[in-house]
Nanobody, 130 residues
Framework: QVQLVESGGGLVQPGTSLTLSCTPS????????IGWFRQAPGKEREGVSC????????NYLDSVKVRFIISRDNAKNTAYLLIKNLEPENTAVYYC???????????????????????WGPGTQVTVSS
């Protein structure tokens, strides 16, 4: 089965950091750009970051630029999302997805670029609470 699998979520306290991982099943990550998305309760899914195939170019949703860092290690066939200084507002299900290339800007609506992504993971829950 061809899909992505996210891991690393959980219940965490505010102010801590968390690294989410994204690994493929049935294909190699090194021919795809990887995007990270989140969906908070009652809200539309939104893209938070994307990294191109070789890791040399990234983009971020404006509101997460300071505390989110996307990266990838093609040798390990894994992509990552580091979230620093977590806040309760970061509570959401986080998804990774694979596309031929990153959408140029995450200021566009999710509906404008979601169909660019070929493979998705089932998501990992991140809950930030004291």
């Amino acid at each position: 089965q061809v899909q992505l699998v996210e891991s690393g979520g959980g219940l965490v306290q505010p102010g801590t950091s968390l690294t989410l991982s994204c690994t493929p099943s049935g294909f190699s990550l090194d021919t795809y750009a990887i995007g990270w998305f989140r969906q908070a309760p009652g809200k539309e899914r939104e893209g938070v970051s994307c990294v191109n195939i070789d890791g040399g170019s990234t983009n971020y949703l404006d509101s997460v630029k300071v505390r989110f860092i996307i990266s990838r290690d093609n040798a390990k066939n894994t992509a990552y999302l580091l979230i620093k200084n977590l806040e309760p507002e970061n509570t959401a299900v986080y998804y990774c997805a694979a596309a031929a290339h990153c959408h140029p800007t995450l200021r566009d609506r999710y509906s404008d670029y979601k169909n660019n992504y070929d493979y998705w993971g089932p998501g990992t829950q991140v809950t930030v609470s004291s």
